[in-house]
């Protein structure tokens, strides 16, 4: 059965995941059995458009990143203009909400109403937004339970690179008691930046022109960023209830070039470290910068790379490394989300030959 899929926000991660649901249509519908079919997009800038039977993809990304909007979409019978987030995730037949609003990490919002409506409205959710997961998990987590939808969120933490999914699916069975992480590219390239000389502000300038940092780098360097996701890893994966704002967190405006010289010359080095412990029933958190010897599996990872190790019980120290962030990199997050949710629909099947 295709999946009619709805975006509700139609910035640059939601563009990259329409081009690779156009460009790997084929792929998908062979190797997957996949197949997608967009028939909606609400964007509070770019306008709102609809068809139930499907719009053209290619159409869309013309328009929107030709004249900056999809309100010039060409008129054919059946098309509707200009229904908002919320008539969109109601109104439209899409089965697959694509939640990719310009979001508020601090209040999650539009993201968590969003969430809601499509969830009461017995629709899945795929998103990138921190917010939702990081605030609402369990109000969330249980309201799409409750109406048997599927919620999935790859991508906010480490974007592409499956920090979610890897501990939960391929490291089942083991007791994770541990999690630590570099989770901001910004910072991390900061830091790397400053090893080679930069000044801390030259630093954060070069940050931003190459467009690893948020709009406000507050949050980037003052550690915000990587608590939400800290918050993620410790709900999601160590399935306790840590709330964001109980997560201690400091951020790296407080190191100095000279901080950065002291560690090098004692062979060490400055990282923002992202921590979630299990001790007995209790998790605990933080986010702060530390001091860790050249020999530690995170001290080589530099410039805006993220990585994550997980202390397992029983298969030991298992890093992951990869991209945090990026627009095809996000947007590839949420086709991993879209294949699982297909799988979940859809049995797997042996190949006839290996039967
Ligand atoms: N500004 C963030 C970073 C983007 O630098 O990692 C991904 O959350």
């Not at 930069?198 to 550690?223: I, M, R």
Request: aromatic letters at 6%; proline letters at 4%; one cysteine or more.
């Amino acid at each position: 059965m295709t999946m009619k899929i709805a975006f509700i926000g139609f910035g640059g991660v939601g563009q990259a995941l329409a081009e690779l649901l156009h460009t790997r249509r084929q792929h998908l519908l062979e190797t997957y059995g996949l197949d997608t079919q967009v028939v909606a997009v609400s964007d509070v800038m770019k306008g709102a458009v609809y068809h139930p039977e499907g719009l053209d993809i290619p159409t869309l990304l013309r328009e929107v990143r030709e004249n900056g909007s999809v309100t010039e979409y060409p008129d054919h019978t059946g098309l509707i203009k200009g229904w908002d987030s919320i008539q969109t995730i109601e109104q439209s037949n899409a089965d697959m909400i694509v939640e990719v609003t310009f979001t508020d990490v601090e209040t999650g919002q539009p993201a968590i109403d969003h969430c809601k409506c499509a969830f009461t409205n017995k629709k899945s959710v795929v998103t990138t937004n921190k917010g939702p997961v990081a605030l609402a998990y369990r109000e969330l987590a249980q309201l799409a339970e409750e109406n048997q939808v599927y919620w999935g969120f790859e991508g906010t933490v480490m974007s592409g690179t499956p920090a979610l999914r890897m501990p939960l699916a391929s490291l089942a069975g083991n007791e994770i008691t541990e999690i630590r992480g570099i989770l901001n590219g910004t910072t991390n390239y900061m830091l790397t930046e400053m090893e080679k000389g930069s000044a801390y502000q030259d630093a954060l300038e070069k940050a931003q022109s190459l467009g690893y940092a948020e709009a406000d780098p507050t949050s980037d360097v003052e550690g915000y960023d990587v608590r939400y996701k800290t918050a993620i890893l410790a709900n999601y994966v160590m399935g306790y209830p840590l709330a964001s704002r109980d997560i201690p967190c400091k951020g790296i405006s407080g190191l100095t070039q000279d901080d950065i010289k002291e560690a090098k010359a004692s062979n060490k080095r400055w990282k923002l470290l992202a921590r979630v412990k299990k001790e007995g029933d209790q998790v605990t958190a933080s986010v702060q910068p530390e001091l860790i010897d050249q020999d530690d599996s995170l001290a080589g990872i530099t410039g805006p790379t993220n990585a994550i190790v997980y202390d397992c019980d029983m298969a030991g120290e298992i890093m992951l490394t990869g991209a945090g962030a990026g627009l095809i990199e996000t947007g590839y997050s949420l086709l991993i989300d879209i294949i699982d949710f297909h799988r979940t629909k859809t049995p797997i099947v042996a190949h006839e030959e290996d039967a």
